[in-house]
């Protein structure tokens, strides 16, 4: 298989784990992917468009929705009325999807708490059956947030 054959592969499988993972429409799925695995500093709206095969409307939409969702950005060059669109900033999307993932952590934690304190006082021996269970899911999801918290500052500081 040549790298051509390869890329092309990669491109679909990330496609479909950009679906599935950030919620994107397939074709703006397809192009991130594209995006993430060029060689080239950056992607024209027709580099876009000749790598998708969709229509130049679909091919606006997928990208107006990438640069509204942080995932992408464009930059122009000196003398070249061209677009040119690009990953955003690495660490920046990282930190914002461990942000993200720390957000519904965080909101876990705060459900669980509520529920347990619900069942104290109206379900009580609800509440002490699931005591050891929640005890030690409850170190899980602060275990979790630990990491997360330390990766973030760990990316935070690498752009110093």
């Known amino acids: 298989m040549d790298k051509e054959e390869c890329k092309q592969i990669l491109i679909e499988e990330l496609g479909v784990h950009f679906e599935f993972e950030y919620s994107l429409p397939p074709l703006a799925a397809r192009i991130f992917a594209n995006l993430v695995v060029t060689e080239e500093e950056g992607l024209t709206f027709d580099d876009c468009l000749t790598k998708r ?23 122009t060059k000196s003398g070249d009325r061209k677009r040119y669109f ?22 876990e934690s ?32 602060e275990d979790t947030r630990e990491i997360y918290r330390k990766t973030i500052a760990d990316l935070k500081n690498l752009k110093q």
Request: glycine residues 2%.
């Open 110 to 141: 705060q459900m669980i708490e509520k529920v347990a304190e619900y069942n104290k006082v109206h379900n009580p021996q609800k509440h002490e059956e699931n005591k050891e269970k929640k005890r030690i899911y409850m170190k899980c999801l």
């Open 86 to 107: 690009k990953v955003a900033e690495k660490d920046a999307f990282f930190i914002k999807k461990l942000n993200q993932t720390l957000k519904k952590i965080e909101n």
């Open 53 to 75: 095969g969709a229509s130049k409307s679909s091919i606006s939409t997928s990208l107006n929705l990438l640069q509204q969702t942080g995932f992408i950005n464009y930059f």
